[in-house]
């Protein structure tokens, strides 16, 4: 079975530009997430997707961060405008049931932010 | 508000020593309690989890878990370690029911020397 696929591996950016992550979940999976991890800190969860509805984005920078999953399969997440701050992995999961019993990651995408 | 602490920053063992790695959790009911492990440059895989039942749980790679409801800790455990079982090691936990969010701990970083 295909894993979660995530683009791009790796994006290097100066402050206050733009940039968006793709990630396409496995097939049937209804629950997608995005989670932000800062080198040495557990992942933290941005955003999380119900089918194509949000469910949870209490810790979405929102006057920065925004995420679409439309037609409830592929999400894109994207930083408008970008800060230093935001120099971190973000990895994309996602689970059959909403309950998350069982999550499956992707391999991330590490931003650099200059 | 739902917590999980790993002690240890990291673990050092020897090859074929057992090995266990720490995790306390704080949430409100019975919690939904997991490990993951992040092997370099590949997102998180999930290893065992505890929903109810045993206190011991079995998962991938002969890793076990204790759940001590008393001390609120879910340590990760193996027999006999390989040096292959060197990575990162996340525990987390969540409420149980509804979408109630995974939260990460900071990780432990388990080096197994030959």
């Known amino acids: 079975e295909a894993g979660v696929a995530q683009s791009p591996r790796y994006k290097i950016i100066e402050k206050r530009q733009s940039v968006a992550f793709w990630c396409n979940p496995i097939s049937g999976h209804a629950t997608l997430y995005w989670y932000q991890q800062i080198l040495g800190q557990g992942p933290k969860l941005l955003i999380q997707?119900?089918?194509?509805?949000?469910?949870?984005d209490s810790q979405l920078p929102k006057d920065r961060f925004s995420a679409e999953r439309l037609k409830g399969v592929d999400s894109t997440l994207k930083i408008q405008p970008a800060k230093l701050e935001d120099s971190a992995v973000y990895l994309c999961?996602?689970?059959?049931?909403?309950?998350?019993?069982?999550?499956?990651f992707g391999s991330g995408t590490q931003l650099s932010v200059l | 508000a739902q917590s999980v602490a790993q002690p240890e920053d990291q673990v050092n063992v020897a090859e074929g020593n057992p090995l266990t790695v720490k995790c306390t959790y704080s949430?409100?009911?019975?919690?939904?309690l997991f490990w993951y492990v992040q092997y370099p440059n590949r997102g998180l895989q999930f290893l065992l989890k505890?929903?109810?039942?045993?206190?011991l749980v079995k998962g991938s790679y002969g890793f076990e878990a204790e759940f001590n409801k008393s001390q609120t800790s879910f340590h990760l455990k193996k027999p006999s370690a390989l040096v292959s079982d060197s990575a990162l090691y996340f525990c987390a936990v969540r409420a149980p029911f509804g979408y109630n969010k995974l939260i990460f701990g900071a990780g432990t970083r388990l080096a197994v020397h030959p």
């Open positions: 999961a996602s689970s059959f049931q909403a309950d998350g019993e069982k999550l499956f």
């Open positions: 505890y929903i109810t039942g045993d206190n």
């Open positions: 949430v409100s009911g019975n919690p939904y």
């Open positions: 997707f119900q089918n194509n509805g949000v469910v949870d």
